[in-house]
Each structure stands twice: as structure tokens, then as C-alpha cells.
């Protein structure tokens, strides 16, 4: 006969020989359903969907839903242009980890296939400066 017990936030299931060996009664969902999008089909939204990509659970994961709502649930017009407090909380939050968000003046370095033309000129312009 198989059992388990709980070991504070770990299960521990043990099973009998005759409990491995028998079919597994585990249902997986059917091909047919959509996968879970951002807006759930009763409107709401899908915080756990993987496109937020943890902006909902980062450092500010509260502004970012906040605003996110708001936007999401506006009807101005233009739309969201009555959610510049929660967007402006946001915005001043990130500001506080570039570490994490970015900043406007990141120095990362640009790849090559993204430069202006102008900037690529100048770029051969000074490698044949530079050999000479």
C-alpha cells in the first residue's frame, strides 16, 4: 500500500511495487486546447504568462502590474493616457535597477549589423586611420 507524508514544504510519496508497475493515472491535457495566452478568455489578465518574462515578479512587480492593469483595463483616449501616475512609479522603480531593467544610458556595445550607415562609415574610416 502506498503513503505519503509531509516533510514541512516536501511531499514524500512511497509506493508499492504493484502501485509502480500499474498504469499511471495522470491525465495531460488535450491537444486541442489553446496554450494560455496574456488575456484569459473571461478577459482577465495571465500573470503567469511567460511573455511578461518576470516582470511580474521582479523588484517592480507591483508597479509594473499596476500600471499593467491600468492600462489593460483603461477607457480613455487615447487608451491608457489616464495611467500616467501608476506608469510614472514604474518608470522612477526600474530606475533604481539597471542591473535589471537597463538604463537609458546603457553603454553596451552595439552590434555592427545595427549601426546607421553613418556610423558604419565612420567605423571603416577610422580602422584604416588607426593601420596607417
Not at 514541512?8 to 486541442?32: C, I, M, Q, W, Y
Not at 511580474?56 to 499596476?66: L, M
Request: proline share 8%.
Amino acid at each position: 500500500m502506498s503513503y505519503c507524508k509531509q516533510e514541512g514544504k516536501d511531499r514524500v510519496v512511497f509506493v508499492t511495487e504493484e502501485d509502480h508497475n500499474a498504469p499511471a493515472a495522470v491525465s495531460l491535457p488535450e491537444e486541442d486546447e489553446p496554450p494560455a495566452g496574456l488575456i484569459q478568455p473571461d478577459g482577465e489578465i495571465n500573470w503567469a504568462c511567460p511573455c511578461l518574462g518576470g516582470m511580474t515578479t521582479g523588484p517592480c512587480g507591483v508597479e509594473f502590474r499596476e500600471s499593467f492593469t491600468c492600462f489593460h483595463y483603461s477607457t480613455a483616449d487615447p487608451k491608457g493616457s489616464d495611467c500616467f501616475e501608476p506608469f510614472s512609479r514604474m518608470t522612477e522603480c526600474m530606475s533604481q535597477y539597471p542591473n535589471v531593467y537597463g538604463s537609458k544610458n546603457d553603454d553596451r556595445e552595439m552590434p555592427k549589423d545595427e549601426l546607421t550607415s553613418e556610423d558604419s562609415s565612420e567605423i571603416g574610416h577610422s580602422e584604416v586611420s588607426a593601420k596607417a
